[in-house]
C-alpha cells in the first residue's frame, strides 16, 4: 500500500476535517518522515487549510521537497490555504488599498485575491483528475471558509460551487472553487469537507494507494491513534501539552453540556480573541469544549478549533435570520451526540444587532432568549474611552435585563488605564448587578496577521488570545456561571417591541 503525508506545521489546521479516512504520516517542516525525505518516502501529500500563506511558515526545505514530488508525477491535494500555497499568488490585502502579496509554489497556475465565503456548499465536478476520476458532472457538497476565495488563472478547472453569499452579501450564483494541473496529479480546492462527506473522493485515494479491505481497517485505527496523539498538544508545535492525568471538574464533566455566550456591545470589540483565549484555557484543563457561531461567519471560530483540533461541524453556525448552517433546536440535537463537558458561543456584531428585523430570529440576543445561555458582555475601550465602554455596557445590560436576557459577566476589553477602569467598576455594578467584572488590558495586536476577519496568522492570534485569557479571566469562574441550556422557542416579534420599546400595542 502506498504512502500518503499530511502537512503538519504551524498555521495548519490539524482537524483532520479535510482528509476523510485516508493514511497519514506526518509531514513535519524539515521535510522528512522516518528519516527519510518525502519525496522517496511518500506517494502523496496533502495540504490542509488554516493561514499557512499568512503566516509563511513552509520552510524552504521543505519547499523544495514539495517540488520534487511534483516532479516525480506524485499527488498533491491542496485545501484552501494549501491550494493557495501551492498556486502562484494571493493577495491577503483586504481591507488595504493595494495589494498585498504573498508567493506559492507556482504548482498550479491560478492566483487568489479577497473575497469572503462561509457557505455550506454544493460543489459541481467538472472535469476528471486523480482526486475526481468517473465523477465529472456529479455534485459533492462541503463548506467553505475563506477570506481570499476568488480565483483566476488558466489551471484546468474540475470544480465549481454553487453559493448564495460572497463578501457578506446575497449573491447566488457559481464560482471557481477547484482546479488541477496539466498533468492531473496536483489539485487544489476550496471546499472544505469534500473528503469527510463525499465517498466517492476518499474511494479515488484509496484506489491510487492500492489499499484493499484490510488495509481499510488498518488505516482507521491508524488514524485514531494518530488523533489521539496530536490531540495531547494544544495548537501545533507549542509545547504546550494537555494533561490528561487532572480529573475534570465533576459538577460540569459528562452531567450535562452546559452553555455560554460571549457577547458584545459592538464589532471590533474582541469577541473572537476573547473566545479563543477562553477555549485553550479550558482545554489546557482537560475539558472537551465546543465552539458555535451565531450566524454565517464560521471564519471566527478557526482560530479556536486550531487549538481544539475539533473540525468544523454542519452544527457549528447557527442560523439567523435565514443566514448560517443550523436552526438553534437543531444544533442542541447535534450537541448531545458530542458529550462535551461546555460549549462556548460567539455572538455577533452587537447582541442586539438585528433584533428589530421582523425575521426571527436575527440576533444574537434572540438566540440567548430562546434557551436562557447565560451571556457575558465585552466592552471595548478602544472606540470611546473607558467610560464611554462602561457607560455602553450599562445601557446594553439594562436592555438585556428588560429582554429577560441572564447576564453572568462583563469583560472592559482593551483597557488602556487601569485606575480609570477601576473608577468605572461600583457604577457598573451598582447598575448591573453583576459581580462578574473583569479587565483585560490593550494587547498589541492591531498589526496585520491578528485579525480574523482580515488576515490571521493562527499561531502568534491564539497564542496571544490563550494566554491573555489565563492572566486576565478567572476560567473557573466561567465554568460556574455556564448553564445547561433548554430551547424555549423564539420570542415573537410583537413581544420583542414590547419589551423593547417598554409599550404595550391595544
Known amino acids: 500500500?502506498?504512502?500518503?503525508?499530511?502537512?503538519?506545521?504551524?498555521?495548519?489546521?490539524?482537524?483532520?476535517?479535510?482528509?476523510?479516512?485516508?493514511?497519514?504520516h506526518i509531514v513535519r517542516n524539515n521535510g522528512m518522515i522516518n528519516g527519510f525525505k518525502i519525496h522517496k518516502e511518500l506517494d502523496g501529500l496533502i495540504i490542509p487549510g488554516g493561514s499557512i500563506i499568512e503566516s509563511q511558515s513552509v520552510s524552504e526545505e521543505l519547499k523544495k521537497e514539495i517540488i520534487?514530488?511534483?516532479?516525480?508525477?506524485?499527488?498533491i491535494l491542496g485545501m484552501c490555504s494549501g491550494f493557495q500555497f501551492l498556486s502562484n499568488k494571493t493577495d491577503i490585502g483586504r481591507k488595504s488599498p493595494c495589494p498585498i502579496n504573498r508567493e506559492g509554489l507556482g504548482l498550479l497556475d491560478v492566483s487568489f485575491s479577497p473575497m469572503v465565503g462561509t457557505d455550506r456548499v454544493k460543489?459541481?465536478?467538472?472535469?476528471?483528475?486523480?482526486?475526481?476520476?468517473?465523477?465529472?458532472?456529479?455534485?459533492?457538497?462541503?463548506?467553505?471558509?475563506?477570506?481570499?476565495?476568488?480565483?483566476?488563472?488558466?489551471?484546468?478547472?474540475?470544480?465549481?460551487?454553487?453559493?448564495?453569499?460572497?463578501?457578506?452579501?446575497?449573491?447566488?450564483?457559481e464560482i471557481l472553487s477547484g482546479v488541477r494541473n496539466d498533468d492531473g496529479n496536483v489539485v487544489?480546492?476550496?471546499?472544505?469537507?469534500?473528503?469527510?462527506?463525499?465517498?466517492?473522493?476518499?474511494?479515488?485515494?484509496?484506489?491510487?494507494?492500492?489499499?484493499?479491505?484490510?488495509d481499510i481497517l488498518k488505516i482507521k485505527?491508524?488514524?485514531?491513534?494518530?488523533?489521539?496523539?496530536?490531540?495531547?498538544?494544544?495548537?501545533?508545535?507549542?509545547?504546550?501539552?494537555?494533561?490528561?492525568?487532572?480529573?475534570?471538574?465533576?459538577?460540569?464533566?459528562?452531567?450535562?453540556?452546559?452553555?455560554?455566550?460571549?457577547?458584545?456591545t459592538g464589532s471590533d470589540s474582541g469577541k473572537t480573541f476573547i473566545t479563543t483565549g477562553i477555549v485553550g484555557a479550558l482545554i489546557k484543563?482537560?475539558?472537551?469544549?465546543?465552539?458555535?457561531?451565531?450566524?454565517?461567519?464560521?471564519?471566527?471560530?478557526?482560530?479556536?478549533?486550531?487549538?481544539?483540533?475539533?473540525?468544523?461541524?454542519?452544527f457549528s453556525s447557527i442560523k439567523i435570520g435565514g443566514l448560517g448552517w443550523k436552526d438553534l433546536k437543531e444544533v442542541f440535537e447535534d450537541l448531545k451526540k458530542n458529550n462535551y463537558d461546555i460549549v462556548i458561543v460567539e455572538g455577533v456584531m452587537s447582541i442586539f444587532t438585528g433584533m428589530l428585523n421582523k425575521?426571527?430570529?436575527?440576533?444574537?440576543?434572540?438566540?440567548?432568549?430562546?434557551?436562557?445561555?447565560?451571556?457575558?458582555?465585552?466592552?471595548?475601550?478602544?472606540?470611546?474611552?473607558?467610560?464611554?465602554?462602561?457607560?455602553?455596557?450599562?445601557?446594553?445590560?439594562?436592555?438585556?435585563?428588560?429582554?429577560?436576557?441572564?447576564?453572568?459577566?462583563?469583560?472592559?476589553?482593551?483597557?488602556?488605564?487601569?485606575?480609570?477602569?477601576?473608577?468605572?467598576?461600583?457604577?457598573?455594578?451598582d447598575k448591573t448587578k453583576t459581580e462578574f467584572l473583569t479587565f483585560i488590558p490593550k494587547i498589541q495586536l492591531t498589526e496585520r496577521g491578528n485579525m480574523p476577519e482580515v488576515e490571521i496568522k493562527l499561531d502568534d492570534f491564539c497564542l496571544n488570545a490563550m494566554e491573555t485569557a489565563q492572566n486576565y479571566l478567572d476560567i473557573g469562574k466561567i465554568i460556574k456561571l455556564a448553564e445547561e441550556?433548554?430551547?424555549?422557542?423564539?420570542?415573537?416579534?410583537?413581544?420583542?417591541?414590547?419589551?423593547?420599546?417598554?409599550?404595550?400595542?391595544?
Do not use: W
Open 1 to 24: 500500500m502506498k504512502k500518503i503525508g499530511f502537512l503538519y506545521v504551524k498555521g495548519a489546521l490539524p482537524m483532520f476535517e479535510d482528509f476523510g479516512n485516508l493514511p497519514t
Open 68 to 75: 520534487k514530488m511534483d516532479t516525480a508525477g506524485k499527488f
Open 123 to 173: 460543489a459541481k465536478i467538472i472535469k476528471d483528475s486523480f482526486l475526481t476520476e468517473g465523477m465529472v458532472g456529479k455534485k459533492i457538497t462541503g463548506f467553505h471558509c475563506h477570506t481570499y476565495g476568488n480565483i483566476t488563472g488558466d489551471a484546468e478547472p474540475i470544480l465549481k460551487s454553487l453559493v448564495k453569499r460572497t463578501n457578506y452579501a446575497n449573491d447566488p450564483r
Open 188 to 214: 487544489g480546492l476550496m471546499v472544505h469537507g469534500a473528503l469527510d462527506e463525499n465517498h466517492d473522493l476518499v474511494r479515488n485515494v484509496l484506489k491510487f494507494i492500492d489499499a484493499d479491505e484490510n
Open 221 to 264: 485505527n491508524a488514524n485514531k491513534t494518530l488523533l489521539n496523539k496530536i490531540k495531547m498538544e494544544i495548537g501545533v508545535e507549542t509545547g504546550i501539552n494537555i494533561d490528561k492525568s487532572v480529573e475534570v471538574n465533576n459538577s460540569v464533566h459528562k452531567s450535562s453540556t452546559k452553555i455560554i455566550m460571549i457577547a458584545s
Open 285 to 314: 484543563q482537560g475539558y472537551k469544549v465546543g465552539v458555535l457561531k451565531v450566524g454565517p461567519d464560521i471564519r471566527d471560530i478557526v482560530p479556536s478549533l486550531y487549538l481544539n483540533k475539533e473540525k468544523m461541524e454542519n
Open 359 to 429: 425575521k426571527v430570529p436575527f440576533s444574537s440576543a434572540e438566540i440567548a432568549i430562546a434557551a436562557n445561555i447565560p451571556v457575558i458582555m465585552v466592552s471595548p475601550c478602544n472606540k470611546g474611552g473607558i467610560e464611554t465602554a462602561a457607560v455602553d455596557v450599562v445601557s446594553h445590560v439594562e436592555m438585556m435585563n428588560k429582554m429577560g436576557i441572564n447576564t453572568a459577566g462583563i469583560i472592559l476589553n482593551k483597557v488602556y488605564d487601569e485606575g480609570i477602569a477601576e473608577s468605572t467598576s461600583q457604577f457598573i455594578k
Open 485 to 506: 441550556p433548554k430551547f424555549n422557542n423564539y420570542m415573537e416579534f410583537k413581544e420583542i417591541i414590547d419589551r423593547f420599546t417598554g409599550i404595550k400595542e391595544m
